[in-house]
T-cell receptor
């Protein structure tokens, strides 16, 4: 199993540009989580899906952030327009239907200039 | 919602000594408590977990204890080694398929050779 796959691994963009982060969960996992990690705020849950349905998006910082999960094997997190304060590492994690353990992807390091 | 507090935020020990990290949680409905280790530049990875029907669990040099009455749980690392140096996160989760984990702010452990 390849584990959770995220792309891109690194992204450098200019303020105002649209950024799309991608995640492929582990096959068979039905829950997917998007996290943001910064030195100042630690590990923050942005949104999570269960069976492709968004369950809790209370962590999404503002309307510039949106997430979709069109099918069981793909999710996107979009920031439009991006701002320098969005610079962080964004992790995707997935979990099995009956399990509790979340398996994290390698993360996407985003730098907004 | 659930609130998880983790202490200390930084911990420095001499190689061979023990390290203890403590977490408290607020929601008595939480019944799954994982611990993640995150090395510099890497993803968080599960190292041990405990469910609320168990008071203690061991895996080689690491152990976790849970006090449901006091709503706190702890990670114990014995015979620490320099490769144990990392950020450790505790989390608390509900026992439902759609549940999310709430993470502590992390403890930076440094093991000095």
């Amino acid at each position: 199993d390849a584990g959770v796959i995220q792309s891109p691994r690194h992204e450098v963009t200019e303020m105002g540009q649209e950024v799309t982060l991608r995640c492929k969960p582990i096959s068979g996992h039905n829950s997917l989580f998007w996290y943001r990690q910064t030195m100042m705020r630690g590990l923050e849950l942005l949104i999570y899906f269960n069976n492709n349905v968004p369950i809790d998006d209370s962590g999404m910082p503002e309307d510039r952030f949106s997430a979709k999960m069109p099918n069981a094997s793909f999710s996107t997190l979009k920031i439009q327009p991006s701002e320098p304060r969005d610079s962080a590492v964004y992790f995707c994690a997935s979990r099995t239907p009956m399990g509790k353990t979340q398996y994290f992807g390698p993360g996407t390091r985003l730098l907004v200039l | 919602g659930e609130n998880v507090e983790q202490h200390p935020s930084t911990l420095s020990v001499q190689e061979g000594d023990s390290a203890v990290i403590k977490c408290t949680y607020s929601d008595s409905a939480s019944n799954y408590f994982p611990w993640y280790k995150q090395e510099l530049g890497k993803r968080p990875q599960l190292i041990i977990d405990i469910r609320s029907n168990v008071g203690e669990k061991k895996d080689q040099r690491i152990a976790v204890t849970l006090n449901k009455t006091a709503k706190h749980f702890s990670l114990h690392i014995t015979e620490t080694q320099p490769e144990d140096s990392a950020v450790y996160f505790c989390a608390a989760a509900y026992n439902t398929n759609a549940g999310k984990s709430t993470f502590g702010d992390g403890t930076t452990l440094t093991v000095k050779p």
